[in-house]
């Protein structure tokens, strides 16, 4: 029985050791890419995202992670956006200490930041934005003054 590509359901060469063919794995790959630049730059992650970050191995969520820990930890303390974002990856992808090492895990108290502020839904594209942080929508460049 032959396998077939996990995303589009073309089969794959005998040798193949991907779940993926080329085709798949390079759109995978640029999908990550993309996500990749959306966590340094907007510090959230959507539930799409969690659903295609875990097509990967772990040892790349594992260097993802170790990636977006050192580019907040250069801005000096990490801020409430960037700790809750590393510590749901945490618990998302199920990292340990071993993994990514102790003095890497990041603790987050969800409670202090639900209390805080909620984020309004953008009316053009609908996704979730702090309107104190944003004049214009980060998704979809909709001016939110008038929100």
């Keep these: 029985m032959t396998e077939k590509c996990a995303e589009c359901g073309v089969e794959l060469p005998a ?11 390079a759109i995978l790959d640029k999908k990550f890419e993309k996500i990749e630049m959306n966590l340094i730059v907007y510090k959230e992650i959507s539930n799409d995202e969690i659903a295609v970050l875990k097509k990967f ?11 977006l820990y050192d580019s907040y930890k250069e801005d000096g303390d990490f801020n409430e956006y960037e700790a809750a974002l590393l510590n749901k990856m945490q618990d998302v992808f199920e990292l340990t200490a071993e993994e ?8 987050f108290d969800k409670t202090k930041t639900a209390k805080k502020r909620k984020p309004l839904d953008c009316i053009k594209c609908g996704k979730p934005v702090l309107k104190d942080d944003f004049v214009f929508c980060p998704y979809c460049g909709f001016h939110l003054g008038d929100i």
Excluded at 16 to 24: F, G, N, R, V
Excluded at 100 to 106: A, R
Aim: hydrophobic content about 30%; overall charge negative; proline content about 0%.
């Design 100 to 107: 990514i090492g102790s003095d890497k895990i990041v603790h």
């Design 57 to 67: 191995d772990k040892e790349d969520i594992i260097s993802l992670y170790l990636k």
């Design 15 to 25: 040798n193949s050791e991907s779940a993926y063919c080329a085709k798949c794995d």
